[in-house]
């Protein structure tokens, strides 16, 4: 099945500056990449998502890029603010699947 | 996302009891997930439901059981609790497996197991 891997584990940023979150996947045939956040405490929360038939999709300070070829998709936090503190999950589905492939998830803390 | 419920919303339970987390959601979505969350392994699934009295093991079904007589229902069943199953279980649905929007999570069940 499909393998996806996440990094760093742990990111501590200033706030306003940037934060990188890296996923990789391992089956070709995966099209659709959702980002989960989940605050202390809370459920996991959909913030953005991605079809591979796009390269990159902004949402306000978010966005998410994906290049097909290397197999690899990311988050970037512009503007980083301390409500953005929180786990980030990325995911992975091929477009037959039943179910989500989720990464280990990343620890973002934004230092005021 | 009051649409989809959870309970009990935390739970103690000893060794070798046997255990059932409820799961409702309010929106007839015909896709009902099962993960558990554990510090290092994020989200694995445990159990998916396509459809009623569907179901289909994910990536850690051993030890658990799961039933869909209806739609809205997707109970997980721990039929002889050990410790290695305490954890912070979720339940989601969705109307398509990746349909826009993703899943929908409930607010997590955290059981432990003495």
């Known amino acids: 099945g499909e393998n996806v891997e996440q990094h760093p584990s742990t990111l501590s940023v200033q706030e306003g500056d940037s934060a990188v979150i890296k996923c990789t996947y391992s089956?070709?045939?995966?099209?659709?990449f959702p980002w989960y956040k989940q605050e202390l405490g809370k459920r996991p929360q959909l913030i953005i998502d991605?079809?591979?038939?796009?390269g990159e999709k902004k949402d306000q300070r978010i966005a998410v890029t994906l290049n097909k070829t290397a197999k690899h998709f990311s988050l970037h936090i512009t503007e980083t603010q301390p409500e953005d503190s929180a786990v980030y999950f990325c995911?992975?589905?091929?477009?037959?699947?039943?179910?989500?492939?989720f990464g280990t998830g990343t620890s973002l803390t934004v230092i005021p | 996302d009051a649409g989809i419920t959870q309970s009990p919303r935390y739970k103690i339970t000893e060794t070798g009891r046997q255990v059932t987390l409820m799961c409702h959601q309010t929106w007839s979505h015909s896709y009902m997930f099962w993960y558990r969350q554990d510090l290092g392994h994020g989200l694995r699934l445990i159990y998916y439901s396509a459809a009623a009295d569907i179901t289909d093991k994910g990536e850690v079904p051993d030890g658990y059981v799961v039933s869909r007589s209806k739609t809205e229902n997707f109970p997980l069943t721990l039929e002889s609790a050990t410790r290695s199953q305490t954890s912070v279980y979720f339940c989601?649905?969705?109307?398509?497996?990746?349909?826009?929007?993703?899943?929908?999570f409930g607010s997590g069940t955290r059981l432990t197991v003495v």
């Open positions: 089956d070709s045939a995966s099209n659709y």
């Open positions: 989601a649905s969705s109307e398509v497996p990746q349909g826009a929007g993703g899943y929908t």
């Open positions: 991605i079809r591979s038939n796009v």
């Open positions: 995911a992975a589905s091929t477009a037959t699947g039943n179910q989500f492939y």
